[in-house]
């Protein structure tokens, strides 16, 4: 089992920043690829980034693309999204997801654990 938690809530305005983190338990995650999705009221869970399971390849939403990095420290088992210029649109809940092998996925189903998502407000 992995346990998965989120943190770096925030109310920003528009164009400013934050960092979330993720750091997982119960086993590491170097044999799990990462993933960052949202969730908006009233929508479904969409894929945010995602990143390998050595770190060494990483792919974004085109919503996000250029705006926010995703990366991990293995060693602290810890995985970080990084979002700049933010907009009220990026309003959401955010969710970190393992799955098991190497590489990622936009696909909710392939992930094996979640964490309970951390909320970000982008004000206009």
């Known amino acids: 089992q992995v346990q998965l938690v989120e943190s770096g809530a925030g109310l920003v305005q528009a164009g400013g920043s934050l960092r979330l983190s993720c750091a997982a338990s119960?086993?590491?995650?170097?044999?799990?690829?990462m993933g960052w999705f949202r969730q908006a009221p009233g929508k479904e869970r969409e894929f945010v980034a995602g990143i390998s399971r050595g770190g060494g390849s990483t792919y974004y939403a085109d919503s996000v693309k250029g705006r926010f990095t995703i990366s991990r420290d293995n060693a602290k088992n810890t995985v970080y999204l990084q979002m700049n210029s933010l907009k009220p649109e990026d309003t959401a809940v955010y969710h970190c997801?393992?799955?098991?092998?190497?590489?990622?996925?936009?696909?909710?189903?392939?992930?094996?654990?979640w964490g309970q998502g951390t909320q970000v407000t982008v004000s206009s």
């Open positions: 119960g086993r590491t995650i170097s044999s799990y690829a």
């Open positions: 997801a393992a799955k098991y092998g190497t590489g990622w996925s936009e696909v909710v189903t392939q992930y094996d654990y």
